[in-house]
């Protein structure tokens, strides 16, 4: 089994990250370039995952995000956070590990091949009939199909959750749930609340009409083999077991994945990472090809 330091891998995710001063995001278009480049990202990033984020390449260094909101860098991930998914440039919803993502418009396809839409406005009917669907997560769906886009202020309101407490909850994990199968998605942000600033969310059908069409013509394996692969390139090396974890296929579909890829000679699954548990996966032909 090869063997490399955990430090290596870091300095080589650097570049792949953006983590240097010499590559950091500077500008909205940077910004909408490094998407395109990673193909997902993290906003801010998630402890137990490493995958690029939106945050480190605009802070340009490994510096976790501080708490304040006076921070500049921090000032400019908000920004370029709300307007590129305005624009319809990028898609944006918690979609891995319940935590803000970013997709690019290429990617946009596969993961959409993987998701459980067949591309109808009503698909939610019969997930909801399955119990495949929240009732809430049911009700907000309705209330964008009915209303159009809207500010989750009134949002709340018309999905019969207003106020605190458990509505806010269920409200919450009603969106997480319809963010993560691509059903809505954020496609603004408004003054509309008390604290003049709330986000504005529609039905993904809406926004990114023409994906539907693109996924049909994208197998399930190659969809998976599509963002395994990409994650790949972007993190250099992972623990397989941290990959599953992001992705949260089934157990069989990950093994078929592995034994194709493997198979063809595209990944090896043996690298060890000094400072990582496990056999890391990497790309037969990536950086670390050498050792």
């Given amino acids: ?3 490399i330091a955990r430090d290596e891998l870091e300095q080589l995710r650097d570049g792949t990250f953006h983590r240097t001063p010499a590559l950091r995001v500077q500008s909205e278009a940077e910004a909408l370039a490094f998407v395109n480049e990673v193909g997902f990202c993290f906003v801010f990033g998630d402890r137990r995952i490493d995958m690029p984020s939106l945050w480190a390449a605009v802070a340009g260094s490994r510096r976790s995000p501080p708490s304040s909101h006076h921070d500049p860098d921090i000032g400019r991930v908000w920004t370029w956070k709300d307007t590129l998914p305005s624009q319809g440039l990028v898609f944006y919803g918690k979609v891995f590990r319940k935590k803000p993502t ?3 418009l290429e990617l946009l396809p596969p993961l959409y091949a993987l998701s459980p839409n067949y591309g109808s406005l009503d698909d939610y009917a019969l997930q909801y009939e399955d119990g495949e669907l929240s009732a809430e997560a049911k009700n907000v769906y309705e209330a964008l199909l009915s209303h159009g886009a809207m500010a989750t202020s009134r949002l709340r309101q018309e999905a019969g959750l207003p106020g605190g407490g458990d509505n806010a909850r269920l409200f919450e994990r009603a969106l997480t749930e319809l963010q993560a199968e691509l059903k809505i998605t954020k496609v603004g942000i408004s003054d509309a609340n ?3 600033y709330a986000y504005v969310y529609d039905l993904f059908l809406r926004q990114f009409p023409e994906i539907p069409d693109l996924a049909r013509e ?3 394996d190659r969809a998976m083999e599509t963002l395994l692969l990409q994650h790949l ?4 090396a992972v623990p397989e077991r941290d990959a599953r974890l992001l992705f949260g296929w089934d157990d069989w579909e990950w093994q078929r994945l592995m034994d194709r890829l493997q198979d063809r000679g595209t990944i090896r699954p043996d690298l060890a990472i000094k400072g990582l548990r496990g056999p890391c996966l990497a790309l037969t032909n990536g950086p670390l090809s050498a050792n």
Avoid: H, P, Q
């Fill in 102 to 104: 970013m997709v690019s």
């Fill in 233 to 236: 390139a972007n993190v250099i």
């Fill in 218 to 220: 994208i197998s399930t």
């Fill in 194 to 196: 008390r604290w003049g």
């Fill in 1 to 3: 089994m090869a063997s």
